[in-house]
Each structure stands twice: as structure tokens, then as C-alpha cells.
Nanobody
Framework: QVQLVESGGGLVQPGGSLRLSCAAS????????MSWYRQPPGKEREFVAI????????NYADSVTGRFTISRDIAKNTVYLQMNSLKPDDTAVYYC????????WGQGTQVTVSS
């Protein structure tokens, strides 16, 4: 079945960087709209970034614009989220989502920004 596996989370100091990966299986990410969401502690899940099936269009939440970049590697069937200038408010569980006939979610990866 369709599977999304996130990795790359961890503990980082404010101002630091992390790169999250979302490895997809059983479908091609070139046929899907891929996105990242996050759920801060005690809050609802929120949109972070999205990339179109062609890869030609991206969009970001206002809170991460200019700091985060979504990209993909078709050969590796993997989507990435490069996160720079991290802030404590970026602390959350980050989820990958694929829209391919229906929505599929990964299990999430924890990102903690703290000194």
C-alpha cells in the first residue's frame, strides 16, 4: 500500500537548520501533490508548504516563507523540506501528505527548536 516515511527531525538550536525527508512508496510523487504540515504542542495541525505534481509550483504558509523550501527528487521518490533560521515556534511534529486520488499521511517526525 501507499507509504510515506518522514525522517530528519531532531533537536536544534534557534537559528539552526534541518532538512526533513519524506520517502514515498507504491506511487510516483510526480503524479501527486505533495505537502508538509505540522502540529505544534497543544495545537491543531497546520499547513506548511506544498509542491505541485509537476514540481513547477510551490506555496508556503506566511510563517515560514523565506525560511523553508520544499523540493523533490523524482529519482529517489522523495520530497524534502529545508528549514533554515529555525525558531522555537517551529517546534512541532511535521507530517508529509500526498494527494494521489485521496490523501495519505506519514507518521510524522518531531522537530524541537530550543536552546
Amino acid at each position: 500500500q501507499v507509504q510515506l516515511v518522514e525522517s530528519g527531525g531532531g533537536l536544534v538550536q534557534p537559528g539552526g537548520s534541518l532538512r526533513l525527508s519524506c520517502a514515498a512508496s507504491r506511487f510516483s510523487i510526480s503524479s501527486a501533490v505533495m505537502s508538509w504540515y505540522r502540529q505544534p504542542p497543544g495545537k491543531e495541525r497546520e499547513f506548511v508548504a506544498i509542491i505541485s505534481s509537476t514540481g513547477g509550483s510551490t506555496n508556503y504558509a506566511d510563517s515560514v516563507t523565506g525560511r523553508f523550501t520544499i523540493s523533490r527528487d523524482i529519482a529517489k521518490n522523495t520530497v524534502y523540506l529545508q528549514m533554515n533560521s529555525l525558531k522555537p515556534d517551529d517546534t512541532a511534529v511535521y507530517y508529509c501528505k500526498a494527494n494521489w486520488y485521496r490523501d495519505y499521511w506519514g507518521q510524522g517526525t518531531q522537530v524541537t527548536v530550543s536552546s
